[in-house]
């Protein structure tokens, strides 16, 4: 169990304001790692900077080994990065099949012609594509689904196919991006059991979340942001007793 | 009813595309007229035009609409080599293969661009080859143009003739839409339309942007020089005139009322531009002003065009609500009254 994913410094400004200062984290494989912090406190600028979206203005971002600060997205996603985003950003015009197909692209090696000549490697290609994708959508309870328009989906539903696209990757590891908003209790508590169970699989898993419970019960490891920095990191009962973490989320209050 | 139609296409594809091909071949021994059969030719070279910028437009999102200029490169390419000597044949590929090359040049510098910035890039680009043939004589014959182009030898006859040229065209057509359909059914034409969705997704999912946007305008570009080289030996005579911007517009509107991001839209389109402009020819100027109604009233009644259904890109109005609110809304104030 090495760290498999690691932030050394990680600053970022929009000009005056700073978004992300210093922070250092550590994600150690097989982990669901939580991020949570108030609005604004700058944690989907930290993970988009960790995907590689933004770019830095100071430190290093390092997975599996390797320094990927300032690589491109496509790049880092190559490497066994994926992540969902904070407002579902499918593909609305295409079928959820079709969705969690481009998710394999990096594992097709068809190029123009192959497509053109329908070669064995294009065939060999679809046809494993098409298997996958159908098991994963199976997997993930979609079946119905499958040939609707991505774009016509119900909230929680397309957080679902979100995942399904991002795991079609097959990553090392996954950053979601607030998946548990606008599901319902129930909803909430599958979503957690898969996590759960993804973690099993084998993958690692960064989850930023407002539902506190759900971290809570989730997260072996947490890490709370607030105004762009770091105030407390430690499992779930640390951060619980956390006296800055109380003050972030409910404030100061007055003091006889 | 697009939605039936295609279920049954569906339902007997080999027999509607064997159908439909039969017919191809015996159409030019069906119609006398040359004037006819010129004008299905027509039709055909801007079917390929068409598709070819369905490509670029429809599938990867993508905004050209300087697509004349791509069509400039194939048709002079061919012209100039044709008048030294070399093989017609070869050179509708290697016109295709210097207008692929002249779209990378394109793409590479505009490849971060998206919307109305690539649009107008496209659009200057397309007007700068037009000037340079018109100004660069000693090449392209200037303000004269080429003269004396010669068709390409057919089964031991000069092919000009409509008749025969057809066939030729007809080779092209099917093997661009062949092509074309393959390669929007494979891991690259799911990359373009990934693109053309959601880019930023797309990129997290590890589809590199700006290799296969480069990718999609080198296709383009490609069928776009063949549908251009295609030309010049039926029309025999080539000038810059022929490729000025409103033959880019032209073939843009022929995609948006055809149904963009759809193989077949574009064949509807040209066909039913190329016959709308052909019927109203006796009003002469005036049909331009049919032609502007005829966009207006798509954008306003069936923004997906006509073949598109409700998975075209930009019928996104209709996206999770009926589609044709606005025909809907227009008859039932009349049932009111």
């Not at chain 1, 159908?134 to 079946?143: F, K, P, Q, S």
């Not at chain 1, 090392?172 to 909803?187: H, R």
């Not at chain 2, 793409?107 to 018109?134: C, D, K, M, N, Q």
Request: with cysteine; proline share 3%.
């Amino acid at each position: 169990m090495g760290v498999l994913l690691q932030t050394k410094n990680i600053s970022k400004y929009y000009g005056g304001i700073k978004a992300v200062q210093n922070i250092d984290m550590q994600v150690e494989e097989g982990e669901i790692f939580g991020i949570i912090g108030p609005n604004g406190a700058g944690k989907t600028s930290f993970f988009n900077v960790c995907t590689g979206n933004l770019l830095p203005n100071g430190g290093e971002v390092w997975f599996n080994g390797k320094n990927i600060t300032g690589m491109r997205p496509a790049k880092i996603a190559t490497l066994g990065v994926a992540r969902t985003f904070q407002n579902i950003q499918l593909f609305n015009f295409m079928t959820v099949l079709e969705n969690v197909k481009i998710g394999f692209h990096t594992h097709e090696k068809t190029n123009i012609l192959d497509a053109i000549l329908h070669t064995k490697r294009y065939k060999e290609d679809e046809r494993l594509t098409h298997e996958k994708a159908v098991n994963l959508i199976e997997r993930l309870g979609l079946a119905k689904e499958s040939d609707n328009l991505a774009g016509n989906l119900a909230y929680g539903v397309q957080r679902r196919v979100e995942i399904a696209r991002a795991l079609a990757l097959n990553p090392k590891i996954l950053l979601l991006d607030e998946p548990a908003a606008g599901m319902n209790p129930i909803e909430t508590k599958e979503l957690s059991d898969f996590i759960k169970q993804l973690r099993n699989d084998g993958h690692t898993i960064i989850v930023i979340e407002h539902d506190m419970k759900f971290v809570m019960n989730l997260c072996d490891k947490i890490m709370v942001i607030n105004f762009g920095k770091k105030i407390c990191e430690g499992g779930p009962d640390h951060v619980k007793s956390d006296k800055e973490v109380n003050e972030a989320y409910f404030g100061k209050g007055t003091t006889f | 009813m697009t939605e039936k139609l295609k279920t049954f296409y569906n339902k007997r594809k080999t027999i509607i595309l064997l159908v439909l091909f039969a017919m191809a071949i015996a159409l030019p021994f069906l119609i006398e007229k040359g004037s006819v059969m010129s004008l299905i030719v027509r039709i055909m070279f801007y079917i390929i035009l068409a598709s070819s910028l369905n490509i670029i437009n429809g599938y990867s999102g993508q905004f050209n609409i300087g697509h004349a200029g791509f069509v400039l490169i194939g048709s002079y390419t061919l012209s100039i080599l044709a008048q030294l000597g070399w093989p017609i044949w070869v050179l509708y590929i290697l016109a295709g293969v210097v207008t692929s090359i002249i779209g990378l040049i394109i793409a590479l510098p505009t490849l971060r661009l998206r919307g109305i910035y690539l649009a107008l890039v496209t659009l200057g680009f397309s007007e700068i080859l037009r000037l340079i043939a018109l100004n660069w004589t000693g090449l392209t014959g200037g303000p004269m143009g080429i003269k004396g182009i010669p068709a390409p030898w057919f089964f031991g006859l000069r092919s000009t003739a409509p008749h025969n040229y057809y066939f030729i065209v007809l080779f092209f057509v099917i093997i661009c839409l062949f092509t074309s359909y393959r390669v929007i059914n494979s891991k690259v034409g799911r990359a373009w339309m990934s693109i053309r969705e959601d880019d930023h997704a797309a990129m997290s999912l590890g589809v590199d942007i700006r290799k296969y946007k480069a990718i999609n305008f080198m296709f383009g570009a490609f069928w776009a020089g063949v549908g251009g080289a295609l030309m010049a030996p039926f029309y025999t005579f080539i000038d810059s005139s022929m490729f000025s911007l409103d033959e880019g517009f032209n073939i843009l509107s022929m995609v948006i009322i055809g149904g963009q991001g759809t193989l077949i839209g574009p064949v509807v389109g040209s066909v039913v531009v190329n016959l709308t402009t052909e019927i109203f020819r006796f009003a002469d100027e005036a049909r331009l002003l049919i032609y502007a109604i005829m966009i207006m009233a798509m954008m306003w009644i069936r923004p997906q065009g006509l073949a598109g259904t409700s998975r075209s890109v930009i019928a996104n109005r209709s996206l999770g609500k009926e589609r044709g609110t606005f025909l809907k809304k227009l008859l039932k104030k009349k049932e009111v009254k």
